[in-house]
Antibody, heavy 124, light 107 residues
Framework: EVQVVESGGGLVQPGGSLRLSCAAS????????MHWVRRATGKGLEWVSA???????YYPDSVKGRFTISRENAKNSLYLQMNSVRAGDTAVYYC??????????????????WGKGTTVTVSS | DIQMTQSPSSLSASVGDRITITCRAS??????LNWYQQRPGKAPELLIY???SLQSGVPSRFSGSGSGTDFTLTISSLQPEDFATYYC?????????FGQGTKVEIK
């Protein structure tokens, strides 16, 4: 079964650090881009970061310089190192697989496999 | 960054109704538009990719259309399990963004 399972969430103080993990199974992990997406209570989905198969990384301004995405293909694992966390980082964090399809000669990207999420609470 | 704006933010509908959700991008994104469904307490699920391609396993009552800056998600006959929040998301730029979501509630 193709699946991703997040872990590592918990309570962290403002300014502190936390490392999330995502364990992938049922597919060739090294062949796929991977993403982190979060949803704060009462708010919508927010894309947090992505890492390509070559290790290229992408972040929105809201987390750039504070969060670091990484992968360890030998362990089929994805990580999100969260530093200098703020109250606004409180959310459920989802790991998602990125896939691509060719339509009329163009490559289209999307997230097709999602985990159930891990909850991060930033509070003193 | 590319801003994605959905309308309406919420709607009430009955089982069997046909509903349409609109998503507008702040710049041209061609067909690089995906739709997701999120039920309460569950992970998001991919419904539509490349604006109009139905993800495997998704019921045919879901359909997507549009290109450029304006897109729509249509549910032809609303079922009880369709009451959820729907999000559009662009993959045109390397920095992906979601719309704010449309909550579909039971009338």
């Amino acid at each position: 079964e193709v699946q991703v399972v997040e872990s590592g969430g918990g309570l962290v103080q403002p300014g502190g650090s936390l490392r999330l993990s995502c364990a992938a199974s049922g597919f060739t992990f090294s062949s796929y881009d991977m993403h982190w997406v979060r949803r704060a209570t009462g708010k919508g989905l927010e894309w947090v970061s992505a890492i390509g198969t070559a290790g290229d990384t992408y972040y929105p301004d809201s987390v750039k310089g504070r969060f670091t995405i990484s992968r360890e293909n030998a362990k089929n694992s994805l990580y999100l190192q969260m530093n200098s966390v703020r109250a606004g980082d409180t959310a459920v964090y989802y790991c998602a697989r990125g896939d691509v399809t060719t339509v009329t000669g163009h490559y289209y990207y999307y997230m097709d496999v999602w985990g159930k999420g891990t909850t991060v609470t930033v509070s003193s | 960054d590319i801003q994605m704006t959905q309308s309406p933010s919420s709607l009430s509908a009955s089982v069997g109704d046909r509903i349409t959700i609109t998503c507008r991008a702040s710049q041209i994104i061609s067909y690089y538009l995906n739709w997701y469904q999120q039920r309460p307490g569950k992970a998001p699920e991919l419904l539509i990719y490349a604006a109009s391609s139905l993800q495997s396993g998704v019921p045919s009552r879901f359909s997507g259309s549009g290109s450029g800056t304006d897109f729509t998600l249509t549910i032809s006959s609303l079922q009880p399990e369709d009451f959820a929040t729907y999000y559009c998301q662009q993959s045109y730029s390397s920095l992906w963004t979601f719309g704010q979501g449309t909550k579909v509630e039971i009338k």
